[in-house]
């Protein structure tokens, strides 16, 4: 029996004009089984139909010369310790057949892989280097961050109870090594009942650093765990030989060591615990965000209300808001009207009004009044639920700084080893006596005061916290490395129509210019209103959408009209119930199409002096009416303008309007660069212009024509009231209505970056400095000696600064916020 045909999307990648599209559709279509292949350039996904497998048509892509990204595998990995781990862990990644990109974050202790590769064979490639895997996928955003959470809780229950009962015997042994047991203990039994101490320590508290740090080291892949386990393990021997066979060690080194071995694993161990809660705290936004969700809502069903899980919750059903409550899910007012604080979603400090028609996000606040809403969106599907998953994917991303730190940890552990030997070897032939007791004590500290922890946690631990930071503004990173790209922009480009202006006009002007319709004008002009409303409901542009209310608002009857076509950046056709052509475009669509009208010129010409859009109208091959469309600029435009050009930001505007509306928006704005008139695939060209000329770009649009210019500009910024094909686009997206989340966008990237870059010199300075010390390099000058507790300490508090200087981001500060207190 045949297969029944289903229709498939495929993303596709490497696709750059209108050949290449026709290329890839004639390829899927001679695959057999296709019965239909549409491909969309704009949108860069081919939609097939037909009984092919997914794998036949990917095949066929691949050797049209374009690919077929597969959506990336998420995984969280248990056991990680270090830097050392992570890089490990993602060459062993990279390595797995079928990868094309693995990235393993360290701070939140997960893998993101794209390419081909299973699961399945990822988990066990990661098995093999001595860490357990799991698979992420299914979890939406929210269920892996209340995961996280109490794996975290979990965590830190484990490491303080190991904390405790590794001080406790620390502080016995040196009950008996410091007051020599004040009497109460016999001085024979000492040495044993200190081995015994220090065996219960290495059994119990410091097991996990043997189990986790020897496997690594057999497998040639030494960690941080390695070098602690070398390090209390070569005391643990060399003081055993002392209690049990002291006449094997050489006279005058018959020094006992398990004091040094507890305080070595007991500083390590507070100093992970403390990482562990400084982590906790870089994933604050995150967790604030997850309090958002409401966990019961109001259900209305046939006149009755019963309080049900979200869970429950299904698009369509009709729930009761009350006042103080949250909003459980995304939804659209049915009855009621209330004021909304949606602060902690888009950054916007004054709650908005919201009443029957407008849409509400689930999680925010509902102040006063009681509504009635009808679900538009459940589970991962909510804004809220895309926010936590952008944020969780942004938190998990790398930085380009990051590739040197990894090509230095890779390294760092085997030559921390190697170092360990030398010192040891060069100390026992050529140090002081007692030279054995001294080339141990000196590798331990060696052994022990490497860190390379703080390198590894200097750049993801910033991301997190800028992240979160950033989503507490109302920008989300969909992309962690776009935290350094924006740094470096020298300039911004705007959208105009819904990014610099409100997106919403109106229609301002009716001109009529049919000479046949003098008689009766207001009819005329009614009539010609209807049929431009009815072709206008096709497109889901603003100044259609101005059109369609001005109809709706003369209560204007409803016109037939069939075979409506956008023309991509020009405007869009129809035919009436006669088949006579209906136009509604700009003048440069007119002229495409070889209409011309004197006198509509000159009124467009002056109502683009004012700042006011001209949309022309031609029926039946000939221009019988012009109208204006007017936007009004976003009240926080020229703030934000002027926020930038504080920051040495060059301004620029990039539209398809005309030369002399775009000017006048311009010039109310304070934007510098005017670039007008360019059609949608034009507006990637203009960015390349600008890149060029000024360096790095951003881009900031909402439209589907922003599309190309935001993936060409090296950081793309989307309004979230945009279109799905233009987030997508995007590296970042803006929550909120007001642009001053541009400035506080760039502002945030320049003071995470300035971080990173801190806790970078700090750990590189840290290992650099205290190893040689550790080594024993001042002795000879000084007679100064590190000892391994000094050095367990100092590595510990290494993580610890580049953790709490990371944290200071948590305390910046808005750019609107330094304006108000420098005004006051």
Not at 190 to 207: E, F, K, M, N, T
Not at 627 to 646: C, E, H, T
Request: with cysteine; proline share 5%.
């Amino acid at each position: 029996m045949p297969a029944s045909p289903s229709s498939q999307t495929l993303p596709i990648e490497g696709m750059s004009c209108a050949s290449c599209s026709a290329r890839v559709e004639k390829a899927l279509r001679a695959v057999p089984g296709v019965e239909q292949a549409s491909v969309n350039l704009a949108t860069a996904t081919a939609h097939v139909t037909g009984t092919a497998s997914r794998t036949a048509l990917i095949q066929a892509v691949e050797q049209a010369g374009y690919d077929v990204p597969s959506p990336p595998i998420t995984l969280r990995i248990e056991g990680m310790s270090c830097a050392a781990c992570s890089t490990r862990v993602e060459k062993s990644l990279q390595d797995v057949i079928g990868v094309r990109m693995a990235s393993v974050n360290l701070a939140t202790a997960t893998a993101q892989v794209t390419g081909t590769a299973t699961h399945q064979a990822l988990i066990s490639a990661i098995q093999k280097m001595g860490f357990a895997a799991s698979l992420l996928e299914g979890e939406t955003g929210l269920e892996n961050a209340l995961t996280q959470k109490q794996r975290m809780k979990q965590a830190m229950k484990t490491q303080w109870r190991d904390l405790m009962m590794s001080a406790l015997l620390w502080l016995a042994i040196l009950f008996m090594t410091m007051g020599h047991g004040f009497g109460l203990i016999p001085p024979a039994i000492q040495p044993l009942l200190q081995w015994a101490l220090a065996s219960v320590a290495l059994l119990g508290p410091g097991r996990r650093f043997y189990q986790a740090g020897i496997p690594a080291l057999l497998r040639r892949a030494p960690n941080m765990n390695s070098l602690v386990a070398l390090g209390t393990g070569a005391a643990y021997l060399y003081s055993s030989l002392v209690v049990f066979c002291p006449t094997l060690m050489p006279a005058g080194t018959q020094h006992l060591y398990f004091d040094t071995i507890l305080a070595i694993l007991t500083l390590v161990l507070l100093g992970r615990m403390m990482e562990a809660r400084a982590k906790g705290r870089t994933s604050a936004a995150l967790e604030k965000l997850t309090h958002l969700q409401p966990q019961h809502a109001h259900l209305l069903t046939e006149g009755t209300c019963r309080i049900v899980p979200v869970a429950q919750i299904q698009t369509g059903d009709r729930l009761l808001v009350r006042p103080g409550e949250r909003v459980p899910l995304d939804g659209i007012v049915l009855e009621g009207e209330s004021h909304l604080d949606e602060s902690l979603l888009t950054g916007e400090p004054m709650p908005a009004l919201r009443q029957v028609g407008d849409t509400v996000i689930g999680g925010t606040i509902n102040q006063e009044g009681t509504l009635t809403v009808q679900a538009t969106a459940t589970g991962a599907d909510t804004m809220l639920a895309r926010i936590i998953s952008m944020v969780a994917q942004a938190q998990g991303g790398k930085l380009p700084i990051q590739s040197l730190v990894d090509k230095v940890t890779l390294w760092f552990v085997p030559a921390i080893i190697l170092l360990a030997v030398l010192t040891f070897l060069i100390w026992l032939f050529l140090g002081p006596a007692p030279a054995l007791g001294h080339a141990l004590v000196n590798a331990i500290a060696v052994l022990i005061a490497a860190c390379p922890c703080a390198m590894g946690l200097a750049t993801p631990t910033a991301i997190m916290v800028g992240t979160g930071k950033a989503a507490e503004m109302g920008i989300l990173f969909r992309k962690g490395e776009a935290l350094q790209t924006l740094e470096s922009t020298t300039l911004v480009a705007f959208d105009k129509t819904g990014t610099l202006t409100a997106g919403q006009p109106r229609m301002t002007e009716f001109y009529l210019l049919d000479k046949n319709t003098s008689d009766h004008p207001e009819q005329a002009e009614n009539t010609l209103l209807a049929l431009a409303a009815s072709v206008e409901t096709q497109s889901d542009h603003p100044v259609s959408r101005a059109i369609v209310t001005a109809a709706q608002e003369r209560d204007l009857p409803s016109v037939k009209t069939r075979h409506a076509r956008i023309m991509p950046g020009l405007g869009i056709e129809a035919q009436d119930e006669d088949g006579q052509s209906i136009h509604l475009g700009s003048q440069a669509c007119m002229r495409a199409l070889g209409f011309h009208n004197a006198e509509a010129n000159r009124l467009a010409a002056e109502l683009s002096q004012k700042g006011t859009s001209p949309l022309f109208m031609a029926h039946g091959g000939q221009i019988v009416a012009l109208m204006g469309v007017a936007d009004p600029i976003r009240p926080s435009a020229m703030k934000a303008v002027a926020a930038l050009r504080a920051q040495n930001i060059r301004t620029a505007m990039i539209t398809g309007d005309i030369e002399p509306t775009a000017r006048h928006i311009a010039r109310l704005a304070g934007i510098e660069d005017v670039i007008a008139q360019v059609l949608p695939h034009e507006k990637g060209e203009a960015i390349r212009t600008l890149q060029k000329t000024h360096g790095s770009v951003a881009f900031v649009g909402d439209g589907i024509n922003d599309a190309p210019a935001l993936a060409q500009a090296d950081t793309g910024l989307a309004i979230s009231h945009g279109t799905d094909i233009a987030i997508e686009a995007a590296d970042l997206v803006l929550t909120g209505e007001s642009l001053m989340t541009v400035p506080n966008a760039l502002a945030l990237s320049r003071a995470t970056m300035t971080i990173i870059r801190q806790n970078l010199f700090w750990a590189f300075a840290y290992n650099i400095v205290l190893l040689p010390i550790a080594a024993g390099v001042l002795y000879p000058f000084t007679g100064t000696l590190l000892s391994p507790p000094f050095a367990a300490g100092a590595m510990a508090l290494s993580s610890i600064f580049v953790l709490c200087n990371t944290l200071r981001l948590r305390r910046l500060r808005t750019v609107v916020e330094t304006e108000t207190s420098t005004e006051v």
